[in-house]
Each structure stands twice: as C-alpha cells, then as structure tokens.
C-alpha cells in the first residue's frame, strides 16, 4: 500500500512539474507585454506550488497503533470477566458454585504482586530452616520431632536473585491424628495455590511422599524437590540416596529437579571450645 502510494505521488508531481513549465513558458510571454503582471503570477504560482507541495509530499502523522496489552495478566483478567458474566446461566448449581470458586481464587491469585513460593513438607524435615536460610534470618531454635507451623506462615516478600517472592510456611504433612489430618489438608490448599513448591525431604521419598508429589505434579504445579539435612550423612549415602530419587521420579515420568542441601547445618565444636555454626549449604544450581 505505501509503495503504490508513492508512485501516485511522483505521478501527480510529475505532472505538476510539467503544468509549471507549460505556464511559465506564458509567463515569458506576458512578461515582454507586463512586466509587472508577469510578477504577480510567477508569485501566485510559486504560493500555489508550495501548498500543493506541503499537501501531496509532506510525512503523514503516524496511525494510531492500536492499544495492546501491556501484561498478559490483563488479557487473562478480560478473559475471566468474560467467563464471569457467564456464571448465572448455568443451570447446574452445583457445577456454577464450583466455577464461581475457581474464577474467585483465579482473580485473587492474578491480583498478587509477587509470586507464590510455598515450602511443603513433612514435619521436621528443616522446611522452616530452609525459609530462614532464603529470608537470611538467624537460625533460632528451629529442630522439633514433630512440626512446629500450625497454620501455615506467610513471610513478608523477599528478594532471591532478581525476583521477589512471598514466602509461606506450610504446617507438616503425614502427622498422625485428627490434628495432623486438618493440618495436612491446609498444607495441600497452601500447595495448590503455590507458583512454585519447594517440596522438602529429609531423606529417601517415602510412598507417601511420592504419592503426594505426583498428585502435585498432575495439578501442573512447578515443583523442586529439596533432600535437605544432607550434611548428617556420609557422602556415598547422600550420592545413593540422590540416585535413588531420581531414577523413581524418571520412572514415573515427572520432570521434577532435585536438590541437596544443608539448609542448617550442625553445629561444629572447635578446639578452643567454641562452638561455630556453619553457613547453610546449597549446590549452585539451587541458587538458580
């Protein structure tokens, strides 16, 4: 389209040239007649050349681009609003509450600032370890037999890497009785809300936990199996533990990474009585 339209310009232009020099071969003329005639002509038609100048060859204004999203939350948001204002012309009930909770949870969960980091596990495992080694927060008085996050801890967001995140603590998972079963099934609503899922183990997977990281793998969560408390085994037992793992995660077909950590590692007595606390420990590529 813009080059056909050059070419009618120099068409036009063209032509006008020519028209020009057809009427200033009259001027010439007129000027042997009326000198000062011939003037206020050759004036004219310089005024009338400038205008249709500026008129066929000046830069057009640049179109208006049309509006586009500048997020992809945006476009998804328009989309739920759609889906939305669909909701009452369900006839089934049931089915039209289920949406409705979904679409609720769906414009919470786009609402947010900073993405969900949620630390999953079973109690004990070192999972409010590993949230105080991210936050860089000294390590307290943390170890207990049985999990100590009742109702699940939200951290205020942190900055890891370039990305900032909310980091939430959820209770223990596979505690015995009727307080470990609610408390287990908040772990997994925690979960499920989650942009990523550290999943932490504090030795090889059991059935249980197995079972669980696939369910959270079916879901579409993206998840990173964390073997943490890597420093209270010898080497060729933390190698076997590790081989293990993955080859039960290749079997089953989840494309899940895992990682070994220290994420409080014990204490070391020194020769002067001391006693010195080492670093949390962590390969490179849990940094990433």
Same mark, same amino acid.
């Given at each position: 389209?813009?080059?056909?339209?050059?070419?009618?310009?120099?068409?036009?232009?063209?032509?006008?040239?020519?028209?020009?020099?057809?009427?200033?071969?009259?001027?010439?003329?007129?000027?042997?007649?009326?000198?000062?005639?011939?003037?206020?002509?050759?004036?004219?038609?310089?005024?009338?050349?400038?205008?249709?100048?500026?008129?066929?060859?000046?830069?057009?204004?640049?179109?208006?681009?049309?509006?586009?999203?500048?997020?992809?939350?945006?476009?998804?948001?328009?989309?739920?609003?759609?889906?939305?204002?669909?909701?009452?012309?369900?006839?089934?009930?049931?089915?039209?509450?289920?949406?409705?909770?979904? +679409?609720?949870?769906?414009?919470? +969960?786009?609402?947010?600032?900073?993405?969900?980091?949620?630390?999953?596990?079973?109690?004990?495992?070192?999972?409010?370890?590993?949230?105080?080694?991210?936050?860089?927060?000294?390590?307290?008085?943390?170890?207990?037999?049985?999990?100590?996050?009742?109702?699940?801890?939200?951290?205020?967001?942190?900055?890891?890497?370039?990305?900032?995140?909310?980091?939430?603590?959820?209770?223990?998972?596979?505690?015995?009785?009727?307080?470990?079963?609610?408390?287990?099934?908040?772990?997994?609503?925690?979960?499920?809300?989650?942009?990523?899922?550290?999943?932490?183990?504090?030795?090889?997977?059991?059935?249980?936990?197995?079972?669980?990281?696939?369910?959270?793998?079916?879901?579409?969560?993206?998840?990173?199996?964390?073997?943490?408390?890597?420093?209270?085994?010898?080497?060729?037992?933390?190698?076997?533990?590790?081989?293990?793992?993955?080859?039960?995660?290749?079997?089953?077909?989840?494309?899940?990474?895992?990682?070994?950590?220290?994420?409080?590692?014990?204490?070391?007595?020194?020769? +002067?009585?001391?006693?010195?606390?080492?670093?949390?420990?962590?390969?490179?590529?849990?940094?990433?």
């Amino acid at each position: 389209m813009k080059e056909l339209d050059f070419w009618v310009r120099l068409v036009l232009g063209l032509g006008a040239v020519a028209i020009g020099v057809a009427l200033l071969d009259r001027v010439v003329q007129l000027a042997r007649i009326s000198p000062l005639l011939a003037i206020m002509v050759t004036g004219l038609l310089i005024l009338a050349a400038v205008i249709i100048g500026r008129r066929f060859f000046r830069a057009k204004p640049p179109k208006p681009e049309v509006k586009e999203f500048q997020h992809r939350v945006e476009a998804a948001q328009e989309n739920l609003t759609a889906l939305e204002s669909q909701l009452d012309k369900i006839q089934d009930q049931v089915a039209q509450e289920a949406l409705r909770y979904h +679409t609720t949870t769906l414009r919470q +969960t786009m609402s947010r600032q900073e993405p969900q980091l949620v630390v999953f596990g079973v109690g004990a495992a070192g999972k409010t370890s590993l949230v105080n080694a991210l936050m860089g927060h000294d390590r307290g008085a943390v170890a207990a037999t049985m999990g100590t996050t009742e109702l699940g801890v939200k951290y205020r967001p942190v900055k890891l890497g370039e990305f900032t995140v909310s980091l939430t603590d959820c209770p223990g998972i596979l505690e015995a009785g009727a307080v470990g079963a609610d408390r287990e099934e908040l772990a997994r609503k925690l979960a499920t809300r989650a942009d990523l899922l550290l999943f932490v183990i504090d030795d090889d997977l059991r059935q249980t936990e197995f079972q669980l990281l696939q369910e959270l793998a079916t879901l579409g969560k993206k998840i990173i199996l964390v073997f943490n408390k890597t420093d209270r085994l010898p080497k060729p037992d933390r190698e076997l533990i590790c081989q293990s793992i993955q080859q039960r995660l290749a079997s089953a077909g989840l494309a899940i990474p895992l990682t070994a950590i220290a994420a409080r590692p014990q204490a070391v007595a020194l020769p +002067t009585g001391e006693t010195y606390y080492p670093p949390p420990n962590s390969p490179p590529s849990w940094q990433n």
